[in-house]
C-alpha cells in the first residue's frame, strides 16, 4: 500500500495531516495502538520539520504486512552537520516555529526514538531526505 | 497507582468550560502533564493523560491526536479556535477552557488526587 502527501513550508495549518492519514490507515489495519503512536509521532515531528525549515516537501509511505516504510524529503537549506542536528537541545527554528510548540531541538532525536531505523541524508542548499522504518507488529 | 477522574470532574474542579467532545466527558483520565512545548508532550508513553497548556494553535490538538491524549485544558483565559474544535471533533477530543493560571489549575487538580506522568 502507497500513500504519497504534500508539505507546505512554513504552513503549519497543514503540518500533521500525513500523520493523521497515516494514523487512519494503520488504526484500519489493526495496528496495535502503541505501534501506531511510535509511528505517527516520528512522521509528525517529520512534518513539522519540513514546515518550519524547507520550502516544499513530500511524505511517501509504504505499508506492507510486516513493516511501514517513510520518506520525508524536501528543497531545502539542507542539514550542515546532522550529528549536531541529532543532538538533544540543538535548533535552528525560528521564533515563528517555537511560537507553535516547536522548535527546542527535540524533533529528530524524537524521530530516532520512535522509528526502529532512520536514515538522514541531506544537502546543503538543495535539501533533506528522512527515511523512517518500523516494524508493524510489537 | 494512578488514580482515575472523569474528564467532567475536571472542568467542575477548574471552575471551567468544555468547548467539544461533551460526549466523552465521562471518560476517564489517570496523569496529567502540563508542557508549553509540544515536542516534550510527544515524548509521553503514558495513556489517559490530560494535557494542561497555554499554547493555543491548531499543532496543540494535532499533537494531542499523535500522542492518544484524549482531553486539552487550555488555561490563562485562552480561547480555543473554530479550526482547532474542527481537529478535535475529528478525534473525539475533548477541549476545556480555563481561566485561571497553570500553576493553580495544576494545584487544583493534585488535590484531587491527579497523578504526574512522571
Do not use: W
Not at chain 1, 511501514?68 to 528543497?75: A, K, S
Not at chain 2, 477530543?93 to 500553576?103: A, D, G, N, P, R
Request: proline share 2%.
Amino acid at each position: 500500500m502507497e500513500f504519497s502527501y504534500e508539505v507546505e513550508g512554513g504552513n503549519f495549518a497543514k503540518a500533521g495531516n500525513a500523520a493523521s492519514g497515516v494514523k487512519k490507515v494503520l488504526k484500519q489495519l489493526n495496528v496495535d495502538p502503541k505501534v501506531i503512536k511510535r509511528i505517527v509521532v516520528a512522521l509528525y515531528e517529520g512534518e513539522v520539520n519540513v514546515v518550519a525549515h524547507a520550502y516544499k516537501g513530500k511524505v511517501l509511505v509504504d505499508i506492507d504486512t510486516s513493516r511501514i516504510y517513510i520518506r520525508i524529503e524536501d528543497e531545502g537549506p539542507g542539514i550542515p552537520d546532522i550529528d549536531l542536528a541529532m543532538q538533544v537541545g540543538y535548533s535552528t527554528a525560528s521564533a515563528m516555529v517555537r511560537e507553535m510548540g516547536f522548535g527546542a531541538g527535540m524533533g529528530l532525536p524524537n524521530m530516532k526514538r520512535n522509528a526502529d531505523a532512520i536514515e538522514i541524508s541531506s544537502k546543503v542548499g538543495e535539501g533533506t531526505v528522512v527515511e523512517l522504518t518500523t516494524k508493524l507488529t510489537s | 497507582m494512578a488514580s482515575s477522574i472523569k474528564i467532567r470532574k475536571i472542568a467542575e474542579v477548574l471552575d471551567a468550560q468544555i468547548v467539544c467532545g461533551d460526549s466523552f466527558i465521562d471518560h476517564e483520565v489517570d496523569y496529567a502533564f502540563a508542557s508549553d512545548l509540544m515536542s516534550d508532550v510527544l515524548t509521553l508513553d503514558s495513556e489517559q493523560v490530560v494535557l494542561i497548556t497555554g499554547l493555543t494553535n491548531i499543532q496543540t490538538v494535532r499533537t494531542a491526536e499523535m500522542a492518544d491524549i484524549n482531553c486539552i485544558v487550555f488555561v490563562r483565559g485562552k480561547r480555543v479556535t473554530p479550526e482547532m474544535i474542527e481537529v478535535a471533533n475529528e478525534n473525539n477530543t475533548v477541549l476545556i477552557e480555563c481561566q485561571y493560571s497553570m500553576f493553580k489549575t495544576i494545584g487544583l487538580l493534585h488535590e484531587v488526587g491527579v497523578t504526574p506522568v512522571y
